[in-house]
């Protein structure tokens, strides 16, 4: 594809810029279409914004190279790989139940400047089959990964109680299933007033069962009032 190129493009010019920009704006944008969807923290614009601007500061690297000579084209680039993780960071939230949302996100906008910083110096064919394989993992394998997770032997659930009392029961039902027990945390669901209990814990299952099974199976039990996987 590189020699299909025309020279236009590989110099930096107003056409070659020009083009590596729009390119950066239209691989972002496709990257946060999917993001934004979902509803999640960095959508559309913020994708757009990110991939543009490593572009950009590629763009910027290899001109003061062409104007000073003995400049490293490289350094710019290396800051934008790793000065993106304050904008990933802040993505990434944990729950009150100690779920962690985001990770996905910040992911993908790291390889979004990875994708603009491609775009900047020129390397067409690179940017985009890495933007079209970047969306395909986004928009589509995250099913795949519910599956497999859907069937692992272990669970994280979260899991209500009337009162205290009740953990014992659900423990010792537990052991009775064959289900090993780690990780337990306790918390009050509904504030003070509320005699209930929540728990934190994580099940170790002997063999592999749908985790939706798991679940139907807790919700059955008399005490429980509500049951959930994080």
Not at 20 to 44: D, H, N, Q, Y
Not at 49 to 65: D, F, P, Q, R
Not at 108 to 123: K, M, Q, R, T
Not at 198 to 214: F, N, Q, Y
Request: hydrophobic share 45%; net charge positive; proline share 2%.
């Amino acid at each position: 594809m590189e020699n299909y190129i025309p020279e236009v493009l590989k110099e930096i010019n107003t056409v070659s810029i020009t083009v590596r920009l729009l390119l950066s704006l239209l691989c972002g944008g496709i990257l946060g279409v999917e993001r934004g969807r979902k509803k999640r923290p960095a959508g559309f614009r913020t994708y757009m914004l990110v991939c543009m601007g490593a572009a950009l500061v590629m763009l910027t690297s290899e001109y003061i190279t062409r104007i000073y000579g003995n400049a490293d084209p490289a350094r710019m680039g290396a800051q934008v790989i790793s000065g993106i993780g304050f904008l990933g960071a802040g993505t990434i939230i944990v729950t009150g139940r100690n779920r962690v949302k985001g990770l996905t996100t910040a992911a993908g906008l790291w390889a979004a400047a990875c994708v603009g910083l491609s775009l900047g110096v020129g390397f067409y064919t690179g940017a985009l089959i890495g933007c079209l394989l970047i969306f395909i993992v986004m928009a589509t394998l995250h099913r795949l990964d519910d599956w497999v997770m859907s069937s692992t032997k272990v669970i994280n659930l979260y899991i209500e109680f009337g009162q205290m009392s009740d953990v014992g029961q659900f423990i010792s039902f537990a052991k009775e299933q064959g289900f090993r027990i780690s990780d337990l945390e306790m918390t009050r669901p509904n504030g003070v007033s509320d005699t209930g209990v929540g728990v934190l814990c994580t099940l170790r299952l002997s063999k592999k069962k749908p985790h939706a099974e798991i679940i139907r199976m807790l919700s059955g039990m008399e005490r429980v009032r509500y049951v959930e996987e994080i």
